[in-house]
């Protein structure tokens, strides 16, 4: 395995390079030592903080990886794998000694070989979005030659004037397996996998193209639209001359070129050509393809940062794989699609992508540890620093229990002073109440007394008495008719009745109203009666 590798320490550094090594062997510590001291000067001037983003493309058995930090290209680098990369397990291998070796350290997104995506733009009409991938798998299905289900489908949807736009991306689960299987095993976090013809699509910077990538056995040429890549061709180069190697780049360009073309409008022109990849292999260079079509082919020109002497064309997929990479979909904020008008669609499955910490949690957690970092005054002793973490946790735990209980007993003090409050209005009540009762027997007993008084002092013989609403309803006997008049007449000038009326007198067999007068002498005979004493203002007992 040779390895090539460079590092940007400033925009006038020269690329370092680690030296060729057997095609069975690994780099070693002293062939990458001063590439080391390189790490360690970002680390002293505090790089080491900002998270490095890898990107990685294999291709025609030669592995190029780019490390990026803060949007710059800082380290680059190709590796020669053995056998052609078709080994998984050395693949692997040479992967893992690679990452240990020059201490590339990050978020990894990596490509997917040229012809093994299908991607599919459909228009989806308007329906709720928990069916919306529903119907895009049953829109996927119908266009590929195998079961859904043994597909990996990746989807990006904007909203459009009549439903949705999408762009769908399906790969086959052995292909994505045995792409994403060595760099799993390598240890490699990865984050993200882009189709390399979408990355060469971002990489353009125009949304309408058609892009050249030249490898060392064969080329692909990409026709983009609408920042899309809508068709893709792959042309053999293994065995070909350089003459005819430049005949068949063209005649590729031109078929794919035409699939642009509007067949309305005869003037309208070729989509721009770019050629990327490995410059002049079979001869095929910008110039060699610009006289063949006798076009102008475009330059690349990525607005990134990087050295001058960094090799664009060489590593345009992995540039690309950083765009793509960027134009991401995010939750938090709207981000621009890059050169075309849709997001880019990670096809990554989730069974290979790397678990990362979750940020709440662990900001939640970051600041605890820092809070019981500066409690203990920045000792080193973390032992220290944990028992502190725990005792303030305990005394957070008994704090919010003393606040309960302080809280319970507020509450049961409110409760019993509502209850004492409404005990003592209804005590108030029921004091007034017996209060009212009691004057209302005094008044009636006094009555009673007064009834029963005058009737004995006139030898009147008191044989029934009741309490209505309105008065006492009186009835007895007497002596004569007069002594009843008189007995009658004594009650209202008690004045304690409002009126006393006789209701009927009744001498021996024959009864007859009686004239309500007073006798001044009593007659003789037997004579029984009934009288209503009417009382002034009734007070009757309620159930309030």
């Known amino acids: 395995?040779?390895?090539?590798?460079?590092?940007?320490?400033?925009?006038?550094?020269?690329?370092?390079?680690?030296?060729?090594?057997?095609?069975?062997?690994?780099?070693?510590?002293?062939?990458v030592a001063q590439l080391l001291h390189f790490d360690?000067?970002?680390?002293?001037?505090?790089?080491?903080?900002?998270?490095?983003?890898?990107?990685?493309?294999?291709?025609?058995?030669?592995?190029?990886?780019?490390?990026?930090?803060?949007?710059?290209?800082?380290r680059w680098g190709m590796v020669a794998l053995d056998g052609g990369g078709e080994n998984q397990e050395v693949t692997a291998s040479r992967l893992k000694s690679l990452v240990k070796e020059l201490g590339l350290g990050g978020r990894w997104v990596v490509s997917l070989p040229l012809r093994a995506a299908l991607v599919r733009q459909l228009a989806v009409p308007k329906i709720k979005g928990r069916y919306l991938g529903q119907v895009i798998a049953a829109e996927v299905a119908e266009g590929i030659p195998f079961p859904v289900e043994q597909v990996d489908l990746a989807w990006a949807?904007?909203?459009?004037?009549?439903?949705?736009?999408?762009?769908?991306?399906?790969?086959s689960k052995g292909t994505m397996d045995r792409t994403a299987a060595p760099l799993k095993a390598a240890g490699l976090k990865l984050a993200a996998?882009?189709?390399?013809?979408?990355?060469?699509?971002?990489?353009?910077?125009?949304?309408?193209?058609?892009?050249?990538?030249?490898?060392?056995?064969?080329a692909g040429v990409v026709l983009v639209e609408k920042g899309v890549p809508r068709l893709v061709h792959e042309v053999d180069l293994a065995g070909v001359r350089e003459g005819e190697a430049g005949a068949l780049i063209s005649q590729a360009v031109e078929q794919v070129a035409t699939q642009s073309q509007d067949p309305e409008n005869s003037e309208n022109s070729f989509r721009p050509v770019l050629?990327?990849?490995?410059?002049?292999?079979?001869?095929?260079?910008?110039?060699?393809?610009?006289?063949?079509l006798d076009s102008k082919a475009l330059a690349l020109n990525p607005s990134l940062k990087f050295p001058g002497h960094f090799p664009v064309a060489a590593y345009a997929t992995n540039l690309g794989l950083f765009f793509a990479y960027?134009?991401?979909?995010?939750?938090?904020?709207?981000?621009?699609?890059?050169?075309?008008?849709?997001?880019?669609?990670n096809v990554l499955p989730e069974r290979y992508r790397a678990r990362s910490l979750p940020v709440f949690p662990a900001g939640v957690f970051l600041s605890i540890a820092l809070?019981?970092?500066?409690?203990?005054?920045?000792?080193?002793?973390?032992?220290?620093?944990?028992?502190?973490?725990?005792?303030?946790?305990?005394?957070?735990?008994?704090l919010e229990r003393q606040d309960r209980t302080q809280r319970l007993e507020r509450l049961t003090t409110?409760?019993?002073?509502?209850?004492?409050?409404?005990?003592?209005?209804?005590?108030?009540?029921?004091?007034?109440?017996?209060?009212?009762?009691?004057?209302?027997?005094?008044?009636?007993?006094?009555?009673?007394?007064?009834?029963?008084?005058?009737?004995?002092?006139?030898?009147?013989?008191?044989?029934?008495?009741?309490?209505?609403?309105?008065?006492?309803?009186?009835?007895?006997?007497?002596?004569?008719?007069?002594?009843?008049?008189t007995y009658a007449g004594r009650l209202r000038r008690a004045q304690a009745f409002q009126d006393v009326a006789i209701s009927s007198i009744q001498s021996g067999a024959k009864a007859r109203p009686g004239p309500d007068m007073e006798s001044t002498a009593p007659g003789t005979g037997s004579a029984t009666f009934q009288l209503k004493a009417l009382i002034y203002q009734p007070v009757q007992p309620s159930n309030k």
Do not use: C, W
């Not at 040779?2 to 550094?13: L, V």
């Open 414 to 485: 409110e409760a019993d002073k509502k209850r004492a409050t409404a005990t003592e209005e209804l005590a108030n009540k029921a004091e007034a109440r017996l209060s009212q009762m009691s004057q209302y027997i005094k008044s009636v007993m006094a009555d009673i007394d007064l009834i029963y008084s005058e009737a004995a002092s006139l030898s009147v013989q008191i044989t029934g008495l009741s309490l209505g609403a309105d008065g006492y309803s009186v009835s007895g006997t007497a002596l004569s008719e007069d002594y009843i008049i």
């Open 1 to 31: 395995m040779s390895i090539s590798t460079s590092t940007n320490h400033s925009s006038e550094a020269a690329p370092q390079s680690v030296p060729n090594v057997g095609p069975q062997s690994t780099p070693t510590s002293s062939d």
């Open 371 to 398: 809070f019981a970092y500066a409690a203990v005054g920045f000792q080193d002793n973390l032992g220290a620093a944990l028992a502190r973490s725990d005792a303030l946790a305990s005394r957070l735990v008994g």
């Open 40 to 74: 360690r000067a970002y680390m002293a001037r505090g790089l080491f903080l900002r998270r490095q983003l890898i990107t990685l493309d294999v291709k025609d058995g030669e592995l190029r990886f780019v490390v990026f930090q803060k949007g710059r290209v800082v």
């Open 326 to 345: 960027q134009a991401r979909p995010r939750p938090l904020r709207r981000t621009s699609p890059g050169p075309g008008t849709m997001a880019s669609v």
């Open 275 to 292: 050629v990327t990849g490995n410059s002049g292999a079979k001869g095929i260079t910008r110039e060699e393809v610009e006289r063949r």
């Open 157 to 171: 949807a904007e909203k459009a004037q009549k439903g949705h736009r999408v762009v769908a991306i399906a790969v």
């Open 193 to 218: 996998m882009y189709p390399r013809a979408t990355a060469l699509a971002y990489v353009a910077g125009i949304p309408d193209a058609v892009i050249v990538d030249m490898g060392a056995t064969s």
